[in-house]
């Protein structure tokens, strides 16, 4: 199954194409990533669904996701519905990051925002990302603009504005058939039964797409190219 080939357990369904077969092929989506042992958070039969946060355990230490996009149709966000987590919407956000706060050890909010074919933030991304860790969120992992765009480190916690493409058919521009995988350590220590978690380091990984949707890490050279953009020299940061 997909969940035992490639260890995905959680994935964001709240984007600008959430809704393109409508709210029967999202339910259906939702429902077989379950079948599957994968999480999806972002959008669902209602808001209170879609806002929902889902927590995923990792060696002992709960990691909870919670996920929002700039639109929930495709028509870059003038319409929206009960089916997919707006990024406006600061009330629910707050809500829901205090509700995934008392549940785990640490905090991620993924974004689907920006403005595409660029490598910095808009101000729609940056104004969200920041109220999210203002609101206690560990961190902001961002997609959609289809390059890999700039990190920022904000009041000590990162905000990752988009990862670029992953497995996407845009084969036409070198920019499109790049991405960046993050992995994030964590680490536990505690007195007195109170254990505290923080981010021991992240490792970036660039990758290469190719065949529309095969992701391959990157090579030394090609890697560099990628990180450059985007003003970045080391590979890992903490």
Known sequence: ????????TILSLANNHAMDQGLKG??????FLGQNNIKGIGAGSNLNEAWKPEIVEANGIKIGFI???YASINDNGKTSNQLVARIEDTKRLKSAVLSAREQADWVVVA???G????????EAQTKFARAAIDLGADMVIGHHPHWVQSIEKYQGKYIFYSLGNFIF????SRETKE??????ELAQAGKGGIMKTRL??????????????TPRLATEKEANVILNHIGIKDRVIR
């Open 115 to 122: 403005t595409e074919y660029k490598y910095k933030p808009n």
């Open 111 to 113: 974004m689907h925002a």
């Open 200 to 213: 021991s380091q992240i490792e970036l990984l660039p990758v290469v797409v190719e065949n529309y949707s």
């Open 179 to 184: 991405g960046l995988m993050i992995k994030i």
């Open 26 to 31: 999202l339910i259906y989506t939702k429902t």
């Open 169 to 172: 058919d845009q084969e036409w």
């Open 1 to 8: 199954g997909l969940y035992l080939d490639n260890k995905f």
């Open 67 to 69: 996920a929002v996009s």
